[in-house]
């Protein structure tokens, strides 16, 4: 599976932005997704995961409430829609997925990454 991130960008403390991952392949749908981030200086951190079929969804707690996770599997995407932005959100996001049904919280688990995609939020 091949994965790319798109829908970064900057935006003011507040605003809204939608990330995208488009997959290649034909078995996406038996792939949970997840997004993770990386801010400068700090370790990779989990954001949200969803299952194979999107009944499941799980968040961080930082994130719970104002970030929604999808998946499209006819069309071989995953997005994240992120609401009511702060500046502590700057990060590169990154998409990736995991063959197992349910999605883990832990990066390790995952076997394919797209390559990121920048969002800065400005104060």
């Known amino acids: 599976v091949q994965l790319q991130a798109s829908g970064g960008g900057l935006v003011q403390a507040g605003g809204s932005l939608r990330l995208s991952c488009a997959a290649s392949g034909r078995t996406f749908s038996t792939y949970s997704m997840g997004w993770f981030r990386k801010a400068p200086g700090k370790e990779r951190e989990f954001v949200a995961a969803i299952n194979w079929t999107g009944s499941t969804t799980f968040y961080a707690d930082s994130v719970k409430g104002r970030f929604t996770i999808s998946r499209d599997n006819a069309k071989n995407t995953v997005n994240l829609q992120m609401n009511s932005l702060k500046p502590e959100d700057t990060a590169v996001y990154y998409c990736?997925?995991?063959?197992?049904?349910?999605?883990?919280?832990?990066?390790?688990?995952?076997?394919?990454w797209g390559q990121g995609t920048l969002v800065t939020v400005s104060s």
């Open positions: 990736a997925a995991d063959q197992s049904y349910s999605g883990s919280y832990y990066y390790k688990d995952y076997d394919y």
